[in-house]
C-alpha cells in the first residue's frame, strides 16, 4: 500500500497504538517555542508548526551522551575497564520532522558511518529509527530549501512523507521502515495511488512557490580552497560575530562533539556533547597555541566547511539543507546565503 | 561491530623519566588481553589515545616500534589536565589505549631511497619509532642511507639518550646529535640549531632522498628554508602534524586544515599537500 489517508479523528487512538512497538519523539510547543521532545504518555507532537526551534539532529545524537563508563574501585574486578553504556536497540519513531531535516540527517551520515569507522551511537540510533516526515505547506521567509538541494516535500531521508489535508493526513509510504510504522499505528485506508500522487505534486509546487529566498552554489566547486580561504571579505563578514555558537547549535548539518569525563565518587563516565567551532577552545592545543586564534578564523571556518570542504570531500552538495534556521536565529544577522552569495561569485583578482 | 571509542585495557609496566627537568616520561604499557595486542598492530609514525577513566583522553605518538613486542611506549610530556594526571600515576594502574590512529609514514616509498630524519625536542618519539624499525636486521637493506639529525636545548634535554649514542657508534646510520649549547667540556657531538646542522651535515637531494620532520613549529619554519637550499622538493619533505583532537578517527570536527582531518587523513603529510590547505596548524 503506496498511499494511506488517516482521518484526524483516528490521529490520536493509531499515534498511541504505535507505542506498543515504538517510542515516539516529536515536536512540541513550550514558551520558547516548538523543539523535538521524546513524546512520554499522552504527548501528541504538535504537527501544526513548521519549523522547531532546533532540529531533529538530538534524536540521534542528544546534546549529551553517555557513552562509555567503569568502575574506581580497585577492589572491583573489572575496576579501570571502560565499557559501553547499554545500547537501546527499542525501535522509535521522529513524528512531523521536516523533510530538510530528514536530508540533513542523510548528510551527516555521511560523517558517522564511514568505510573506516561505524559510530555506533550515531549508527545504532539512525537504523532504530523511523521518519515520519510531513510535507510544508506554507514554507517561511527563512526557508531556502529548494535550492539547497531538498524542500518542502522532499522524501529523501524520510520513511514516510505525510501532506497535511486540514481533515486529513495524506501518507506515502516510502520505505518498508515506514509501512511498519503505519500498520503499528492501524492506519490502512488505502488512497487511490495516481489520485495521490497528482495531489502531492499540486502541494509540492504550491509550496515551491512560496519559497522567495534561494543561494546559488555553481561555482563553488570550480574555486580552490586557497583561494577562497585567502579571500579578502572573511573579516567583513565575521565583523558583527559575537561567537555565540547560536548557529551551530540549531543548525541541522553541525555535528561536531566533544568528549569529557566525569568522575564521580567511585565511578567514572565518559559523554560525548555538542561542540562548537566557534568557540576558541575548540581547536586549543594545550600548548596554549590555537590554529584558530580570531573571531574572523572560526567564522570562516564554519562557512568554509558548509559550502567548500563538505563539498568537495563528498561531492553531494553543500553541508546546508537550507532550512534557514541559522539565519533565524542569529543574534547580529548573519546570514549564510549572503555569504554564499560572496563565495560563489568572489573572482581572484590577479 | 567494534566500537571505536573503546579503549584497549593496559597496565603500566614501567615509567622513566626521559628529560633532566623531568617534565617528559615514558610509559611502558602491557595489554591485560594478548590478544587485543594483536589488534593494535600499528606502524611507524601513527598515534594512539592514552585514555585514563575519569580524566579523559590525550592523541600521543607511538614511541616504540611495530618490531619491539610484548609493550607499546609512549614519551608524554607533562602539560595539561591529562599528561599532568599521567605522569602521576604508578606502575601497575590499569588505564586504557585506543588505536592505533592516524597514517603512518610512507614506509613502502621510502623503500630503496635514502632516509634524513629530521626531530627537535621532544618530536621524537614517533621518529624514534620509525629508526628502530628502520635499523631492524630484517628491514636494513629496504633503506639506502639513513641520517638522522637530531637536537634538544641541552644535552639532558635529548630523548633516548642511550639509543642516541649506541646508533652513533654504528656504520649503517649516520647521526647528527646537537644542542642548543652546553657547559659539559666532554660533549662531543654538534652545538647549533637543528636548520643549521641540517644544512651542514644532511645529505643533498636527489630524486631518491626522503626528510622526514617533526618539531616545534618554530624549528620545522626554519628547516625547510634548510632543505630547500638542499635541493628538496615539496614532495620529498615529510611531516607530521599534531592539532587538538578528540575522537581520532575523523568524527569530532576539530583537527581539520581544510577538508583534510589531521586525525585520519594524517598526520603525516608532504610538503606538497600542506601548501595546499589552509595553515591551521
Request: aromatic share 10%; net charge neutral.
Amino acid at each position: 500500500m503506496k498511499f494511506i489517508t488517516i482521518d484526524k479523528k483516528n490521529w490520536a487512538k493509531g499515534i498511541e497504538k504505535s507505542r506498543e512497538t515504538y517510542r515516539l519523539f516529536g515536536p512540541v510547543k513550550d514558551k520558547n517555542g516548538s523543539f523535538i521532545r521524546d513524546l512520554e504518555n499522552d504527548m501528541l507532537p504538535d504537527m501544526s508548526c513548521n519549523d522547531s526551534v532546533l532540529s531533529a539532529k538530538s534524536v540521534l545524537f542528544p546534546q549529551t551522551e553517555k557513552i562509555l563508563f567503569t568502575t574506581l574501585d580497585e577492589s572491583q574486578k573489572d575496576h579501570h575497564i571502560m565499557k559501553r553504556v547499554p545500547g537501546d536497540s527499542a525501535k522509535r519513531a521522529v513524528l512531523g520532522i521536516r523533510p530538510y531535516d530528514a536530508k540533513a540527517i542523510q548528510l551527516v551520515k555521511l560523517n558517522f558511518d564511514t568505510d573506516d569507522y561505524r559510530d555506533p551511537y550515531w549508527c545504532d540510533a539512525y537504523e532504530a529509527t523511523t521518519f515520519v516526515g510531513v510535507g510544508i505547506n506554507k514554507p517561511g521567509p527563512f526557508d531556502f530549501s529548494t535550492a539547497a538541494g531538498t524542500g518542502p516535500f522532499s522524501e529523501t531521508g524520510l520513511d514516510v512523507l505525510m501532506a497535511d489535508l486540514d481533515n486529513a493526513y495524506l501518507a506515502k509510504v516510502l520505505t518498508d521502515k515506514g509501512g511498519a510504522f503505519m500498520t503499528s499505528c492501524g492506519f490502512d485506508t488505502a488512497a487511490d495511488e495516481k489520485e495521490s500522487q497528482a495531489l502531492f505534486d499540486i502541494l509540492r509546487k504550491e509550496a515551491e512557490k512560496n519559497i522567495s529566498s534561494r543561494i546559488d552554489t555553481d561555482k563553488l566547486k570550480d574555486k580552490t580552497v586557497l583561494e577562497l580561504h585567502e579571500a579578502p571579505f572573511w573579516d567583513d563578514i565575521a565583523f558583527s560575530c559575537i561567537n555565540c555558537g547560536t548557529c551551530t547549535f540549531v543548525c541541522p548539518t553541525c555535528w561536531c562533539f566533544d568528549i569529557q569525563d566525569e568522575a564521580k565518587q567511585k565511578s567514572a563516565s565518559r559523554f560525548r556533547n555538542w561542540d562548537t567551532c566557534m568557540s576558541p577552545l575548540f581547536t586549543k592545543h594545550a600548548t596554549g597555541h590555537n590554529p584558530r586564534d580570531s573571531k574572523t578564523q572560526r567564522v570562516r571556518q564554519r562557512f568554509m566547511h558548509k559550502l567548500k570542504y563538505f563539498l568537495d570531500k563528498y561531492d553531494q552538495g553543500i553541508m546546508c539543507v537550507g532550512c534557514g534556521r541559522c539565519v533565524k536565529s542569529c543574534p547580529v544577522n548573519i546570514d549564510i546565503r549572503e555569504v554564499c552569495k560572496i563565495m560563489n561569485s568572489y573572482e581572484k583578482k590577479e | 561491530m567494534e566500537n571505536p571509542y573503546l579503549p584497549y585495557p593496559v597496565r603500566i609496566d614501567d615509567i622513566e623519566i626521559a628529560t633532566e627537568d623531568k617534565s617528559l616520561k615514558t610509559f611502558k604499557f602491557v595489554f591485560l588481553d594478548p590478544e587485543d595486542e594483536k589488534k593494535f598492530s600499528y606502524r611507524a609514525g601513527q598515534f594512539a589515545e592514552l585514555s585514563i577513566p575519569g580524566v579523559g583522553e590525550i592523541p600521543i605518538g607511538i614511541a616504540s616500534s611495530p618490531v619491539e613486542k610484548g609493550f607499546v611506549k609512549f614519551t608524554v610530556f607533562r602539560t595539561g589536565v591529562v599528561t599532568s594526571h599521567l605522569h602521576n600515576m604508578k606502575v601497575g594502574d590499569i588505564m586504557g589505549i585506543r588505536g592505533p590512529l592516524g597514517n603512518w609514514y610512507p614506509w613502502d616509498k621510502l623503500e630503496n631511497k635514502n632516509v634524513v630524519i629530521i626531530g627537535g625536542g621532544f618530536a621524537f618519539t614517533t621518529l624514534r619509532s620509525s629508526i628502530i624499525y628502520m635499523l631492524d636486521p630484517a628491514n636494513r637493506k629496504k633503506f639506502k642511507n639513513i641520517d638522522v639529525v637530531y637536537g634538544a636545548r641541552s644535552p639532558g634535554m635529548l630523548l633516548y639518550r642511550e639509543e642516541l649514542y649506541e646508533w652513533e657508534k654504528r656504520d649503517d646510520i649516520r647521526m647528527h646529535i646537537t644542542v642548543d649549547g652546553t657547559n659539559d667540556p666532554t660533549w662531543k657531538y654538534h652545538k647549533g640549531f637543528v636548520p643549521q646542522i641540517v644544512e651542514q651535515n644532511a645529505p643533498k637531494a636527489d630524486a631518491d632522498t626522503y626528510a622526514i620532520i617533526c618539531g616545534p613549529p618554530i624549528m620545522i619554519k626554519f628547516t625547510q628554508p634548510a632543505l630547500t637550499a638542499l635541493g628538496y622538493k615539496e614532495h620529498q619533505i615529510i611531516m607530521s602534524l599534531e592539532n587538538r583532537m578528540k575522537c581520532g578517527i575523523g568524527m569530532c570536527g576539530r583537527c581539520n586544515i581544510g577538508k583534510e582531518l589531521v586525525c585520519k587523513d594524517g598526520p603525516v603529510f608532504t610538503l606538497a599537500q600542506l601548501n595546499k590547505t589552509p595553515k591551521e596548524y
